[in-house]
C-alpha cells in the first residue's frame, strides 16, 4: 500500500516533466517523419559548416595537427582553417553519422538550455507555487530557435551566469566547475563564447568596483573558463597569430559596411538573429507590457528593470557603434583582432529578455500563465524552428518562399551521376562556382577553387579577384563585399550578386558573359569546369553537360573552358 500510494503521490510531479517531453519530441518531429527530407537552415549552416564537417569526417581529419592539409574548398586548406575537433559538436560528427550527428547536436541544445534555464532559476528564489509553472518557463527558453552551431553558447548561458553568482557569494559547487568545463568544451569561442566571456568579465569587475572586495575566485575561475578555450582553440591560435608563412585574409577585414550598418536599437532586440537566437517579436512586447503593468500596479521588480535596462543599453550601445562605424574598432587596436565583430554582444539580449520577463511576471503572479505560455511554445515551435516553419509552409505557402531540404541541397544522387561521368579523371579536376554554393561540391568530395571560410590565406583571395575584379566594378557593394568582407571567397557576377540560392524552381535567365580575366582562370589557376545553376551565355566556354535529378534543389550545367 506505501509504494502504491508513493506512485500516486508521484505521478502530479511527474506530469509537467512528461509534458517536457512532448515538447522535445515536437521540436524533433520533422526529423523522426522526414528524415533527410527535413528543412534545415542554409545561411551560416548547410552552406558552410555541414560541408566543413563532411570533409573533416570523410578525409579523417577531424583530430589532424594543425598544418595537415584538407582538400576541398580553395583546393586545400591547413586544418586549422576549420573549427577545432576538440569540440563536443565536431566529435558528434566524427563518432555518428553524419545526419544522426546534427539530430543529436539539435536535441543536446534543446535539453541543455532546459536545465540550464532550470539552474539559473531555482537560483531566484521566486515562488512558483507548483513544479508545472517552473518547468513551462524553462520550457520557453528550450523552445527558442537557436541557432545550431553558435546557439548552445547562448542555451547554457543562464547556467554559466548562475554559476559566476555562486561564485560571488561564496557558495559554488563541484558542479560549478563541470558546467564550466563543459561549456567550454561545447560552444565555440570565436562565434559566440568570447563576446559573453568579456561581458561576465566587465560584470565581475564592476560588482568589485562597488563592492570594494576583489572577488578572487571568481575571477580565478573566469580565467579557467578562458583557459579552457584557449586550449581547445590550440590550433587556430598557432596558424594564426604564430605562423609567419601564413597571412589571412582577414588583415583587410571591416564590418563597416553593408548590412551590418545603420543598424538602430530595435533591430537588435526585435526578434533576435537567426544566427544567435531566433524568437518572436511578441516577447519584447509582452516583457514591455509587463513592465508597464507591474509599475502600474506598484509592484515592479527591480531585478526585471535591471535585465530590462541591459538589454536596452546593450541595444543601443551596438547601435551607436553600427551606425558610427566603429564595429571593427578592435582591429584599431591590435590589428590580429580586426575581425571581431562587437555587434555580437547582441548575443546577451535573449537572456536578459527572459530573465526581465519572468522576474515582471512573477510580481504578478504569473498572471495567465496557463494560456500564454502554451501560446508562446507554439510560437517558438511551429513559427520560429526552421524545420517546422518551412513544412508547414509547403502546405499552406504563406511564406513567398520556398527552400531546399537537407538531400535536395547537397544532392548527392546529382553529384554521383557528375563523378560517373567524370569517372576517367576525378581527382584531379578543379571547379569553379557559378550561383551554386561550394559547399554542395565539396560536400560530396569535388575541390573548389572558391570556399566559404573564416580563415584563409590572403595570397588565394587575391588571386580570385584577379579573375573577378572587372566584373565586380560593375556593382560598388558587391564590389565591398569580396574586400572589405570576403569570408565567402566566391567567383560573384554583377548580375545574380551574391545570390547563391538559385535553386531551379527559380527560372531566371541566363548569366550573362561575366567579365572575368578567363585566361588567368585557364592558365594561371588551372581550372577544369564550371558548375552552373543557370545557363551561361559566353564563348569563352562550352556546355558539357546538365544534370538533372528530381530529388536535387539544383539543376547543374556542366562547362568546360575553352
Same mark, same amino acid.
Given at each position: 500500500?506505501?509504494?502504491?500510494?508513493?506512485?500516486?503521490?508521484?505521478?502530479?510531479?511527474?506530469?509537467?516533466?512528461? /509534458?517536457?517531453?512532448?515538447?522535445?519530441?515536437?521540436?524533433?518531429?520533422?526529423?523522426?517523419?522526414?528524415?533527410?527530407?527535413?528543412?534545415?537552415?542554409?545561411?551560416?549552416?548547410?552552406?558552410?559548416?555541414?560541408?566543413?564537417?563532411?570533409?573533416?569526417?570523410?578525409?579523417?581529419?577531424?583530430?589532424?595537427?594543425?598544418?595537415?592539409?584538407?582538400?576541398?574548398?580553395?583546393?586545400?586548406?591547413?586544418? &586549422?582553417?576549420?573549427?577545432?575537433?576538440?569540440?563536443?559538436?565536431?566529435?558528434?560528427?566524427?563518432? %555518428?553519422?553524419?545526419?544522426?550527428?546534427?539530430?543529436?547536436?539539435?536535441?543536446?541544445?534543446?535539453?541543455?538550455?532546459?536545465?540550464? %534555464?532550470?539552474?539559473?532559476? @531555482?537560483?531566484?528564489?521566486?515562488?512558483?507555487?507548483?513544479?508545472?509553472?517552473?518547468?513551462?518557463?524553462?520550457?520557453?527558453?528550450?523552445?527558442?530557435?537557436?541557432?545550431?552551431?553558435?546557439?548552445?553558447?547562448?542555451?547554457?548561458?543562464?547556467?554559466?551566469?548562475?554559476?559566476?553568482?555562486?561564485?560571488?557569494?561564496?557558495?559554488?559547487?563541484?558542479?560549478?566547475?563541470?558546467?564550466?568545463?563543459?561549456?567550454?568544451?561545447?560552444?565555440?569561442?570565436?562565434?559566440?563564447?568570447?563576446?559573453?566571456?568579456?561581458?561576465?568579465?566587465?560584470?565581475?569587475?564592476?560588482?568589485?568596483?562597488?563592492? @570594494?572586495?576583489?572577488?578572487?575566485?571568481?575571477?580565478?575561475?573566469?580565467? &579557467?573558463?578562458?583557459?579552457?578555450?584557449?586550449?581547445?582553440?590550440?590550433?587556430?591560435?598557432?596558424?594564426?597569430? %604564430?605562423?609567419?608563412? /601564413?597571412?589571412?585574409?582577414?588583415?583587410?577585414?571591416?564590418?563597416?559596411?553593408?548590412?551590418?550598418?545603420?543598424?538602430?536599437?530595435?533591430?537588435?532586440?526585435?526578434?533576435?538573429?537567426?544566427?544567435?537566437?531566433?524568437?518572436?517579436?511578441?516577447?519584447?512586447?509582452f516583457m514591455l507590457c509587463l513592465g508597464?503593468?507591474?509599475?502600474?500596479?506598484?509592484?515592479?521588480?527591480?531585478?526585471?528593470?535591471?535585465?530590462?535596462?541591459?538589454?536596452?543599453?546593450?541595444?543601443?550601445?551596438?547601435?551607436?557603434?553600427?551606425?558610427?562605424?566603429?564595429?571593427?574598432?578592435?582591429?584599431?587596436?591590435?590589428?590580429?583582432?580586426?575581425?571581431?565583430?562587437?555587434?555580437?554582444?547582441?548575443?546577451?539580449?535573449?537572456?536578459?529578455?527572459?530573465?526581465?520577463?519572468?522576474?515582471?511576471?512573477?510580481?504578478?503572479?504569473?498572471?495567465?500563465? @496557463?494560456?500564454?505560455?502554451?501560446?508562446?511554445?507554439?510560437?517558438?515551435?511551429?513559427?520560429?524552428?526552421?524545420?517546422? @516553419?518551412?513544412?508547414?509552409?509547403?502546405?499552406?505557402?504563406?511564406?513567398?518562399?520556398?527552400?531546399?531540404?537537407?538531400?535536395?541541397?547537397?544532392?548527392?544522387?546529382? /553529384?554521383?551521376?557528375?563523378?560517373?561521368?567524370?569517372?576517367?579523371?576525378?581527382?584531379?579536376?578543379?571547379?569553379?562556382n557559378f550561383n551554386i554554393p561550394p559547399?554542395?561540391?565539396? &560536400?560530396?568530395?569535388?575541390?573548389?577553387?572558391?570556399?566559404?571560410?573564416?580563415?584563409?590565406?590572403?595570397?588565394?583571395?587575391?588571386?580570385?579577384?584577379?579573375?573577378?575584379?572587372?566584373?565586380?566594378?560593375?556593382?560598388?557593394?558587391?564590389?565591398?563585399?569580396?574586400?572589405?568582407?570576403?569570408?565567402?571567397?566566391?567567383?560573384?557576377?554583377?548580375?545574380?550578386?551574391?545570390?547563391?540560392?538559385?535553386?531551379?524552381?527559380?527560372?531566371?535567365?541566363?548569366?550573362?558573359?561575366?567579365?572575368?580575366?578567363?585566361?588567368?582562370?585557364?592558365?594561371?589557376?588551372?581550372?577544369?569546369?564550371?558548375?552552373?545553376?543557370?545557363?551561361?551565355?559566353?564563348?569563352?566556354?562550352?556546355?558539357?553537360?546538365?544534370?538533372?535529378?528530381?530529388?536535387?534543389?539544383?539543376?547543374?550545367?556542366?562547362?568546360?573552358?575553352?
Amino acid at each position: 500500500m506505501t509504494v502504491v500510494a508513493n506512485l500516486k503521490s508521484s505521478r502530479p510531479k511527474l506530469i509537467p516533466y512528461l /509534458f517536457a517531453a512532448i515538447i522535445f519530441i515536437a521540436m524533433l518531429l520533422p526529423y523522426l517523419i522526414f528524415g533527410e527530407d527535413v528543412y534545415l537552415p542554409v545561411t551560416d549552416n548547410m552552406d558552410s559548416n555541414l560541408a566543413w564537417y563532411k570533409m573533416l569526417k570523410d578525409q579523417g581529419k577531424v583530430f589532424s595537427s594543425w598544418n595537415t592539409p584538407v582538400q576541398g574548398m580553395l583546393l586545400e586548406l591547413p586544418r &586549422f582553417s576549420y573549427p577545432s575537433g576538440f569540440n563536443i559538436e565536431l566529435l558528434l560528427f566524427a563518432l %555518428f553519422p553524419f545526419f544522426k550527428a546534427y539530430i543529436i547536436n539539435k536535441a543536446l541544445i534543446c535539453i541543455i538550455a532546459f536545465f540550464s %534555464f532550470r539552474f539559473w532559476l @531555482r537560483g531566484q528564489k521566486l515562488i512558483f507555487g507548483d513544479n508545472t509553472l517552473e518547468v513551462l518557463i524553462c520550457l520557453l527558453w528550450a523552445s527558442l530557435a537557436f541557432y545550431p552551431h553558435r546557439g548552445i553558447s547562448i542555451a547554457a548561458l543562464p547556467a554559466v551566469v548562475q554559476v559566476f553568482v555562486l561564485l560571488l557569494r561564496k557558495k559554488e559547487t563541484t558542479a560549478s566547475l563541470m558546467i564550466l568545463i563543459g561549456y567550454a568544451i561545447y560552444s565555440m569561442l570565436s562565434l559566440a563564447a568570447l563576446y559573453l566571456l568579456l561581458g561576465i568579465l566587465f560584470w565581475l569587475l564592476v560588482v568589485c568596483f562597488l563592492e @570594494r572586495k576583489f572577488h578572487l575566485k571568481a575571477i580565478l575561475f573566469w580565467c &579557467f573558463l578562458l583557459i579552457f578555450f584557449l586550449v581547445q582553440e590550440i590550433h587556430l591560435i598557432k596558424g594564426y597569430f %604564430f605562423n609567419p608563412s /601564413f597571412i589571412s585574409h582577414r588583415t583587410e577585414f571591416t564590418y563597416d559596411f553593408g548590412i551590418w550598418t545603420q543598424q538602430y536599437p530595435w533591430v537588435f532586440f526585435g526578434s533576435g538573429d537567426q544566427n544567435g537566437v531566433h524568437y518572436s517579436p511578441i516577447y519584447i512586447i509582452f516583457m514591455l507590457c509587463l513592465g508597464i503593468y507591474a509599475w502600474y500596479k506598484k509592484s515592479a521588480s527591480r531585478k526585471g528593470f535591471l535585465f530590462l535596462a541591459l538589454l536596452l543599453l546593450i541595444s543601443c550601445l551596438l547601435s551607436l557603434v553600427s551606425l558610427t562605424g566603429s564595429i571593427t574598432i578592435m582591429g584599431k587596436l591590435i590589428p590580429e583582432l580586426g575581425s571581431l565583430n562587437v555587434l555580437r554582444f547582441e548575443y546577451w539580449i535573449p537572456f536578459l529578455m527572459m530573465a526581465s520577463i519572468v522576474y515582471f511576471w512573477a510580481k504578478l503572479h504569473f498572471l495567465g500563465y @496557463r494560456v500564454l505560455i502554451p501560446l508562446f511554445l507554439c510560437v517558438n515551435i511551429f513559427l520560429y524552428q526552421y524545420e517546422w @516553419r518551412y513544412t508547414i509552409n509547403s502546405y499552406i505557402h504563406v511564406l513567398d518562399q520556398k527552400v531546399p531540404t537537407y538531400s535536395s541541397y547537397f544532392a548527392e544522387t546529382q /553529384f554521383e551521376e557528375l563523378k560517373v561521368f567524370l569517372a576517367d579523371e576525378q581527382g584531379q579536376e578543379r571547379f569553379i562556382n557559378f550561383n551554386i554554393p561550394p559547399a554542395v561540391a565539396t &560536400f560530396n568530395g569535388l575541390q573548389t577553387y572558391d570556399g566559404y571560410l573564416q580563415v584563409y590565406a590572403k595570397s588565394h583571395k587575391e588571386k580570385v579577384y584577379q579573375v573577378i575584379q572587372h566584373e565586380l566594378e560593375k556593382d560598388q557593394s558587391l564590389k565591398a563585399h569580396f574586400l572589405d568582407w570576403g569570408n565567402k571567397c566566391y567567383f560573384q557576377n554583377a548580375q545574380y550578386p551574391d545570390d547563391y540560392f538559385m535553386y531551379k524552381w527559380r527560372n531566371e535567365s541566363p548569366l550573362m558573359e561575366p567579365d572575368y580575366d578567363y585566361d588567368y582562370l585557364k592558365e594561371e589557376l588551372e581550372v577544369d569546369y564550371i558548375l552552373s545553376a543557370l545557363p551561361v551565355e559566353s564563348d569563352k566556354m562550352s556546355l558539357v553537360k546538365v544534370f538533372e535529378n528530381e530529388s536535387s534543389a539544383w539543376r547543374i550545367h556542366l562547362y568546360e573552358l575553352k
